[in-house]
């Protein structure tokens, strides 16, 4: 199922808790929290908990039902917060990732704080790198750059960058160039675009720097679990999963080593843009961005407020939440981990899908979920998995419930 990141919904409530449940049987007097992050390359976090909702709704029909899909600074983002506020998105082409012009946009928030938000996955994201050509040594985040320059151009004052599901690992170098910095080699040479080049990178010109941005507040919404550099860093971490080979890799993490060090002296900022919380987030976007006086935020505090997430959550009986794989990354700030620490905070029982169990998935349980398990009936084939993601998920969010309602008879 192709992902559209208009699709991304303000939070709804079918019906919410918020009213009383129809009188009638046991499920009734259930209210279920449906709070999802999307799944990859297949599902918006609106699809993913409309899907969950069915198949709620198939095994209790009167269940009070709270939709509350989230976003993690990835795809969906600038529509979910434009929704949220009243405010608007606002299209623009621009360079994408592997450096041909894509249709992207930002967001104008209606919330009266002249406040933008750029998604970086809508301009740079995995999605728009070809599978055929998922190299991080030489995408770019140009096209991040060309939006926040198009935001400034609308006169907003603050500027908000999502960053997530990201296709590049160039530390920011392409959103610099587009904003006016020149990258050289030590014979003056502009390097061309992609993080693998910043090995031959000798010095930086900032002086044409657009001058708005020392007048504008920039915030990053980052997993500050991300570092730009070394054993955890950007290249070892997420390089594999954006196609580098092994010596790839390497490569790529002894030029963004050499990106770190030449971009501090340029710009000196009072962070280790090396290892600072934050720095490697979006393949090292972060680092870029806090070089030009970005702050960079951990992201479920910068995006989570307008939903009312705890209070909602604390008035749920069960809260249902899920992402394309559950592995031993997921508590390391993704949303499912999130969702479970909030949930556990009120007292409230996590049930967690997914598509795909991994390594380390049993971690989880310590960050709150109370059980989990896939959504996937038998072997499948990826295409196959991903064009049928949402009936996939009804079907194991209605054999999950199905199962509860059983312990809660058992218990009464």
């Not at 991040?144 to 160039?170: H, K, M, N």
């Not at 031959?200 to 941005?213: A, C, H, V, Y």
């Not at 393949?283 to 870029?288: E, I, M, P, Y």
Request: with cysteine.
């Amino acid at each position: 199922m192709s992902h559209d990141p208009l699709s991304a919904a303000p939070p709804a409530t079918v019906p919410g808790p918020h009213s009383a449940p129809p009188a009638g049987g046991r499920s009734a007097r259930l209210r279920i929290a449906v709070a999802p992050s999307g799944f990859k390359e297949s599902l918006s976090a609106a699809e993913a908990a409309a899907a969950i909702a069915e198949g709620v709704r198939r095994a209790a029909p009167e269940a009070g039902l709270d939709l509350i899909p989230l976003v993690d600074g990835g795809e969906g983002t600038a529509a979910a917060l434009a929704a949220a506020t009243g405010g608007r998105l606002v299209p623009h082409t621009a360079t994408g990732p592997v450096g041909a012009p894509v249709a992207s946009h930002f967001a104008l928030l209606g919330d009266g704080t002249g406040t933008a938000v750029v998604e970086m996955a809508a301009v740079a994201g995995l999605a728009l790198v070809p599978p055929d050509r998922r190299d991080p040594g030489a995408t770019t985040t140009r096209g991040v750059g060309e939006l926040l320059r198009a935001a400034l151009d609308s006169g907003a004052r603050r500027i908000l960058v999502g960053c997530g599901d990201s296709g590049t690992s160039d530390g920011g170098a392409g959103a610099l160039t587009a904003l006016g910095a020149r990258l050289l080699d030590a014979d003056g040479r502009e390097l061309p675009p992609g993080g693998a080049a910043l090995a031959r990178l000798d010095r930086i010109d900032s002086t044409g720097l657009d001058p708005r941005l020392a007048r504008t507040e920039v915030l990053v919404a980052c997993n500050p679990y991300n570092v730009l550099c070394g054993e955890r860093g950007v290249a070892r971490v997420f390089g594999p999963q954006k196609g580098a080979t092994p010596a790839g890799v390497e490569e790529l993490s002894a030029a963004l080593e050499r990106w770190a060090a030449v971009l501090s002296a340029a710009l000196p900022v009072p962070v280790d843009l090396r290892t600072a919380p934050g720095t490697g987030a979006s393949g090292g976007l972060g680092a870029g961005l806090a070089a030009l006086g970005a702050r960079l935020l951990p992201r479920f505090d910068v995006l989570l407020d307008h939903v009312d997430l705890d209070a909602r959550l604390a008035r749920a009986d069960l809260v249902i939440t899920a992402e394309g794989s559950l592995d031993g990354q997921t508590v390391r700030g993704k949303i499912p981990a999130e969702v479970a620490s909030r949930a556990r905070a009120a007292g409230v029982p996590v049930l967690a899908l997914a598509g795909t169990l991994g390594h380390g998935v049993r971690a989880v349980t310590a960050a709150g979920v109370d059980a989990y398990g896939s959504i996937v009936p038998a072997p499948v084939a990826l295409p196959e998995a991903l064009h049928r993601a949402a009936e996939f998920l009804a079907d194991a969010a209605e054999r999950a419930l199905r199962m509860v309602l059983v312990g809660t008879r058992l218990a009464a």
